[in-house]
């Protein structure tokens, strides 16, 4: 029998007894949590029906968030502010080229990473920096020498102030990464409300053919391994900037 | 309502005040109060320490002798949740079972059955001086009392009532937990106490006697003013 | 005594009496309680969610042979390699097999307690190979040759001057003892692993059965470079991480971040399905995952204590446990540390030599009230306990127990008892303290309670004859 057989011949062995479902046991018992506040029942996850299936049904116990774009960029920006993600709306898109301009200044760009989405070319050129583009290959040393990787995104989540990026849509898996900067370029249409929403996006762009990597991406690198002290910029970029138009 | 007091051995032995504090809140309520003495232990120190064999005589006595009671009210947490929740774990698949499950949905710790079975918040009772209470871990987290005795103790005239910083953290007793890993035990009671004392209170209320044991004993060793009270002899005191 | 007993009485003594350890401690986590409590609030039904969760991974695992068969069939579509280990040998010799094919120098690891708990490190430094622990912490603790302190966060026992000192000793040029300084240093010695690294290894948080996926969570961007720049990934796993669909991760993601840091979500969430896609610029040509049993079948097969094997690794557990605060990480001498450790370790690694982790605990309760997926921690602990008594009791404890139940059915023996000790209490002052004195484990740092002139009996006799 090989290892697969043999492991799973002993989960269906183990199986065999049921086990009873958490949160379901202790007639009388009072699971007090009085201390927890965020919230009420205690048994408000509809004993038996498994709403949480449907993961809409999983925004109910999250953080709210506002239905309407407005409010969805405000909640946005709050949580970019707390994240210390450097969050930018203009007014359109043809903005992009100057502000990014304005940040190459300012932040001393002297090499440019970037790949060739309909958003981040035009941009990325407008800079007359040297420019490397990730798409169809490129060698590490070069990109590792880039200080900053220019990409586009998937979405925008309103609830945790997260950007939603593929290896599909950014460039890579090493572009969104490796250089010390991490710039997205989103537009508004791009803003989703919350996790579950992010999750059926990516069902409708995808399918079933998702790309190798995908990531949620909230908020500069960061660590907290030293006495529990924030430290920006462990091993991922140190500055995350978001242009929203 | 006649009502069963549940008497755990060390209370009977060492903290008799707290009995007889619920016993004088009871009556001065005008309810009837019944005790048994037969029943000596309710059986936990055998069965945390894993011997649910030997637990279950002991236990069984119990559950006999207050099969008929109305109402079981222990003085202690820890016991408390050893009569409702532990009980039908304890007997699960035997006998004594339904017996079990019937003396749980009967029981309650002291102060939640005041203020949500009594419906009782003042007890007439008077104690001018700065407290602060110790959530026992048993009440807390097996038997969800955090507020009652709070919205008591806010009725006691003269009382000024102050949280420690540490209130929910255990104490270190744990049973026979205090006596197998000592210096465990003696760490997190000192962390108990230093929160306790950095409060400025005159005292130590909670509802569970076996807490208020390694409190109490932690503070005379160092040489502490720091008193530790039950939380019936508070309301019993005029 | 068992070794691993005498190793965790020892230990936990010394760490009990270190004051200035137990400050240091209590301080770090204090930052945590803030953040937590914060983000909780926000949740609109903090316990809805967790009853939620609680009941995904209750179908993960009791579904489990399906769900890891069809995790394997997705990634293995993919072009990933799905490796079967029964136990820490075989996930060591597949990952070596791994290292010796690709003729492998240098691996470059983001954290994965799979990999400590089988001991991968040393087995791959014995062969030769060089293997740099990326995370912050983990390399931290790699360069002081000791075990993670926390699951979550393995260097939070150490202050900034002992890392300075590390620092100074092991890589040189450290301009200060400040967290950003010193994390700059490991920042700049790992840059150069990352692209130079034939291999990465990573664990994963979660597994979706419904896509073939895996998930890793992390703050700090190394498991991401980790995963992005070698031209080889393997990813270790137990087998119990299984989730049922990609979606059921909107729930976890903010669970495990909220639980495990106070955030809202953690800094990287990233989702692996595969090696480099067709069309894709970069990414690892082979992508491993190591599957692992070790003893997991074992909890699995008690329908008591499966819910064990629901656990999401946040740490709170270790968090908020009065045991954990005041012996510290090390004392546990094992991988997995804390009240979800003392739990799991005597399954995984044999009752009676670990049962003294599940004895050591006041069973207060905190660790299963902040459980973000519900899991029953500390009665499971006692469950421990009378599953190692049954197996294999103590003889003495048995029959103290069988004799002191035999009088506790006794009322009149227990009055006598009672008479007995006020008279023991006058005479115990003189062997208070000595080796004679029965209570020592008591009196060493406390007072005992004085039996009362009256006991509540006495009461109730006069109380009753007055209300005749």
């Known amino acids: 029998m090989s290892g697969k057989e043999q492991i799973l011949a002993r989960i269906r062995e183990a199986l065999r007894n049921p086990a009873p479902i958490p949160g379901h046991h202790g007639d009388g018992r009072h699971t007090g949590d009085e201390s927890e506040k965020g919230g009420h029942a205690d048994h408000a996850a509809g004993c038996g ?80 920096l040297p420019t490397l583009h990730t798409d169809g290959g490129y060698a590490v040393e070069e990109l590792e020498r880039c200080d900053v990787g220019i990409t586009e995104c998937e979405a925008l989540v309103a609830q945790t102030g997260s950007v939603l990026i593929t290896a599909r849509s950014a460039g890579g898996r090493a572009l969104s990464v490796l250089p010390p900067h991490h710039v997205v370029v989103a537009t508004r249409a791009q803003m989703v409300p919350d996790l579950p929403a992010a999750y059926a996006l990516l069902r409708r762009n995808y399918g079933t053919d998702f790309p190798s990597f995908m990531s949620f991406i909230t908020g500069p690198s960061r660590t907290g391994d030293i006495e529990r002290i924030l430290v920006l910029g462990a091993h991922g970029p140190k500055r995350l900037t978001v242009f929203c138009g | 309502m006649k009502i069963t007091l549940f008497i755990p051995c060390f209370v009977n032995t060492c903290f008799p005040k707290a009995g007889i504090g619920m016993v004088e809140v009871f009556e001065r309520l005008g309810h009837t109060v019944d005790y048994r003495e037969e029943i ?199 | 005594m068992s070794a691993p007993v005498k190793q965790f009485r020892e230990d936990a003594t010394r760490v009990a009496a270190d004051e200035e350890h137990r400050r240091n401690i209590s301080t770090a986590l204090g930052k945590y309680y803030v953040a937590r409590a914060r983000q909780v609030g926000i949740y609109q039904n903090w316990q809805g969610a967790r009853q939620a969760a609680a009941e995904i991974k209750w179908e993960a695992v009791n579904h489990l042979d399906r769900h890891l068969a069809e995790f394997a069939e997705k990634l293995e579509a993919r072009g990933g390699k799905v490796h079967w280990a029964n136990n820490s040998a075989e996930a060591r010799e597949a990952i070596l097999a791994i290292c010796r094919e690709k003729k492998a120098r240098c691996i470059v690891k983001s954290k994965a307690m799979t990999g400590e708990e089988i001991h991968l490190n040393a087995a791959l430094e014995k062969e030769g190979y060089e293997i740099a622990e990326s995370d912050l912490g983990e390399y931290i603790v790699q360069l002081r040759r000791e075990a993670p302190y926390h699951f979550v966060f393995p260097a939070m026992h150490l202050t900034r001057g002992e890392i300075k000192e590390l620092f100074d000793r092991e890589v040189g040029d450290v301009p200060s003892d400040t967290p950003e300084d010193l994390t700059m240093v490991a920042r700049r010695v790992m840059r150069r692993k990352y692209c130079e690294a034939d291999i990465g290894i990573s664990g994963a948080n979660f597994a979706i059965a419904e896509t073939g996926m895996i998930s890793i969570t992390e703050n700090e961007g190394n498991a991401r470079l980790t995963t992005a720049i070698p031209r080889v990934h393997i990813a270790v796993m137990g087998i119990e991480k299984v989730l049922p669909r990609l979606e059921d991760l909107a729930l976890f993601l903010p669970l495990l971040g909220t639980s495990g840091a106070g955030q809202a979500l953690t800094g990287y969430n990233s989702m692996i399905g595969g090696p480099r896609q067709p069309g894709e610029c970069d990414g690892p040509e082979e992508f491993h995952v190591v599957l692992i049993d070790n003893h997991r079948t074992r909890l699995l097969a008690d329908p008591e204590q499966r819910d064990a094997l629901h656990c999401i690794r946040c740490g709170a557990c270790l968090n908020v446990c009065p045991i954990f605060k005041n012996i510290g990480g090390h004392s546990y001498g094992t991988t997995y540390q804390g009240p979800i450790g003392s739990v799991i370790t005597p399954h995984l690694r044999g009752l009676q030599d670990w049962k003294h982790l599940s004895g050591a605990s006041s069973l207060c309760g905190a660790c299963t009230q902040i459980c973000p997926v519900k899991i029953d921690i500390h009665h499971h602990l006692l469950h421990n306990r009378r599953n190692a008594a049954k197996q294999k009791p103590l003889w003495w404890e048995k029959l103290a127990f069988r004799i002191s139940g035999a009088l506790f059915q006794r009322p009149e023996f227990f009055a006598f008892l009672t008479r007995l000790g006020r008279l023991a209490q006058k005479l115990h002052p003189l062997v208070k303290g000595s080796v004679l004195d029965p209570a020592r484990a008591w009196t060493n740092t406390r007072e005992l309670p004085e039996i009362a002139p009256r006991s509540f009996n006495d009461y109730w006799r006069e109380h009753q004859s007055k209300h005749q």
């Open chain 1, 49 to 128: 029906e498994h709403a949480s299936h449907a993961s809409g049904g999983f925004s109910q116990w999250l953080p709210p968030v506002g239905s309407d774009l407005e409010s969805q960029l405000e909640l946005f920006a709050k949580n970019s502010a707390d994240l210390r993600t450097e969050f930018h709306r203009l007014s359109d898109l043809t903005e992009l080229p100057a502000r990014l301009c304005e940040l190459a200044r300012e932040s001393r760009w002297q090499r440019v990473a970037t790949h060739g989405g309909k958003l981040t070319g035009p941009a990325a050129s407008a800079l007359g």
């Open chain 2, 40 to 238: 000596v232990c309710c059986g936990q120190p055998a069965f945390n320490s894993g011997y649910w064999d030997e637990a279950r005589p002991v236990a069984a006595r119990a559950l006999k002798q207050l099969e008929d009671a109305e109402v079981v009210v222990s003085a202690s947490g820890s016991c408390g949740a050893m009569l409702k929740v532990f009980y039908p774990q304890l007997f699960e698949g035997r006998p004594e079972e339904s017996a079990a499950r019937s003396l749980a949905a009967r029981c309650f710790e002291f102060s939640d059955f005041l203020v949500n079975q009594l419906r009782v918040t003042d007890v007439g009772a008077r104690f001018p001086a700065k407290v602060t209470f110790h959530d026992g871990c048993h009440g807390l987290r097996e038997l969800g009392v955090k507020s009652q005795p709070r919205q008591l103790l806010e009725k006691v005239a003269g009382l000024e009532l102050v949280e420690m910083k540490e209130a929910e953290s255990c104490c270190g007793f744990g049973g026979t937990f205090a006596a197998k890993f000592p210096m465990i035990s003696t760490a997190m009671g000192e962390v108990k106490c230093a929160s306790a004392v950095e409060t400025g209170a005159d005292f130590i209320v909670s509802n569970d006697s076996s807490c208020l044991m390694q409190i109490q004993g932690l503070l005379d060793r160092q040489g502490r003013a720091l008193r530790t009270l039950h939380l019936a002899e508070v309301l019993a005191s005029r």
